[in-house]
Structure formats: structure tokens, C-alpha cells
């Protein structure tokens, strides 16, 4: 019986921890239509708007939806081109450089990309 309890424990810890989500961050406000979290008081609408100019001008699809963004700091933010999910999340990390924002990069991450492809 105690053969079956330790060999039950560090099983039950495991499936406990992979049911486990991290919640997404709470809502601050809505700006033209975009949820914007994280930190957003930390940036002014303004600042958010010229954020949002510079993805949409350094995307190559011109329809490359929105869904929300998220202030990470006053001088990082991410705008996320899919629905926030661990599933599948797409997003441009921008960074404030010489007093304007600059696409950094593009992150492509979830557990969708851990599946196998045939």
C-alpha cells in the first residue's frame, strides 16, 4: 500500500501541474478597439497609437488583425496578431529606440507547435 502512495504522489503532481493555466493579464482598458493590458498605464494613448502605426507599418499583410496589446514596461510592448492562448499566440515585440518605436522582432509560440506535422 505505501508502494502505491509514493508511486501515486509524484504522479498526481505532475498531472495537477500540467492541468495548471497561467491566466492571461487583466484588461486596463480598450483603446480603438484593442483590448490593451499589462502595464498600460505606463504609456500614454498616444504613445500605444504610434506602438500600433509602426506594426502596421512593418507588417507585410496590410489585413494583419490586432487583438490586443500588452504594455510589458514604458519601453516595450506586445501586439499580438492572434487571440491570447497558449494553444497558438502570434505577436511583434516593439521597443522604444530614440524616442520611437521599432519592431524587434516576431514571436510565434504555443503548444499548437509542439504537435507533430506529416
Not at 499589462?38 to 500600433?52: C, E, F, P, V, Y
Not at 509602426?54 to 496589446?69: A, L, N, T, V
Not at 524587434?104 to 509542439?114: N, Y
Request: charged share 20%; glycine share 4%; proline share 5%.
Amino acid at each position: 500500500m505505501r508502494a502505491a502512495m509514493a508511486a501515486f504522489l509524484p504522479l498526481s503532481a505532475v498531472l495537477v501541474a500540467c492541468a495548471e493555466t497561467t491566466p492571461l493579464p487583466s484588461q486596463a482598458y480598450v483603446l480603438d478597439g484593442i483590448p490593451i493590458c499589462g502595464r498600460a498605464q505606463s504609456l500614454s494613448k498616444s504613445q500605444i497609437r504610434a506602438a500600433m502605426a509602426e506594426d502596421r507599418r512593418w507588417s507585410s499583410q496590410p489585413d494583419d488583425k490586432i487583438y490586443s496589446i500588452e504594455v510589458a514596461s514604458s519601453f516595450e510592448v506586445y501586439i499580438y496578431h492572434t487571440k491570447r492562448n497558449k494553444h497558438l499566440e502570434e505577436y511583434n515585440i516593439l521597443r522604444r529606440v530614440d524616442g520611437g518605436w521599432k519592431v524587434q522582432e516576431r514571436m510565434i509560440t504555443g503548444s499548437a507547435l509542439l504537435a507533430p506535422t506529416n
